[in-house]
């Protein structure tokens, strides 16, 4: 099992940066593939980034495809979203998540984090 704690959300503006972590914490945490999702208010929860458990590959949403970057850290028990270029349609909360293989469906995912949120000013 795995636990998942996300932080480093916030309120920036349009063009500003914003890295969030998640700390996992369970001891097969570096067999898991990580994501990252995010849902607006009165949105559906929608895939970001998806890592694979040895880092070697990633896939985006098209979306942010070319502004986020998702990276891990096994050592560390540390999954990052590096955020660049912030938009105000990027304003959500953000989930980091577990899954036993790459995936890019919300049911893929069994471990979810409680979501920290990025608010991006216009």
């Known amino acids: 099992q795995v636990q998942l704690v996300e932080s480093g959300g916030g309120l920036v503006q349009a063009g500003d940066s914003l890295r969030l972590s998640c700390a996992a914490s369970g001891r097969t945490f570096s067999s898991y593939a990580m994501g990252w999702f995010r849902q607006a208010p009165g949105k559906e929860r929608e895939f970001v980034a998806v890592i694979s458990w040895s880092g070697g590959s990633t896939y985006y949403a098209d979306s942010v495809k070319g502004r986020f970057t998702i990276s891990r850290d096994n050592a560390k028990k540390m999954v990052y979203l590096q955020m660049n270029n912030l938009k105000p349609e990027d304003t959500a909360v953000y989930y980091c998540?577990?899954?036993?293989?790459?995936?890019?469906?919300?049911?893929?995912?069994?471990?979810w984090g409680q979501g920290t949120q990025v608010t991006v000013s216009s």
């Open positions: 998540a577990a899954s036993d293989d790459i995936g890019v469906l919300p049911f893929e995912f069994e471990y």
